[in-house]
């Protein structure tokens, strides 16, 4: 009685695995970039704006005070 050869089991494994791998960390990077990274930096950036133009303000006010 032989044993029957075990061939596609592997591959098909493989692929299998590396497919539900990469799809996760596809799905685990989106949900990192578009929900912790991308509203920090944009609420980082409407900060240092805000800052800036406060920052323009004064520089405008003390130089129109001085003239």
């Given at each position: 009685?032989a044993?029957?050869?075990?061939?596609?089991?592997?591959?098909r494994?493989?692929?299998?695995?590396?497919?539900?791998?990469?799809?996760?960390?596809?799905?685990?990077?989106?949900?990192?970039?578009?929900?912790?990274?991308?509203p920090?930096?944009?609420?980082?950036?409407e900060?240092?704006?805000?800052?800036?133009?406060?920052?323009?303000?004064?520089?405008?006010?003390?130089?129109?005070?001085?003239?």
């Open positions: 009685m044993i029957k050869p075990i061939t596609g089991i592997l591959r494994n493989l692929v299998m695995d590396l497919s539900i791998a990469l799809g996760l960390g596809f799905v685990a990077g989106n949900a990192f970039w578009y929900g912790y990274h991308m920090r930096t944009n609420a980082r950036d900060y240092m704006s805000k800052l800036e133009e406060e920052r323009a303000a004064k520089r405008q006010a003390v130089e129109t005070a001085s003239a």
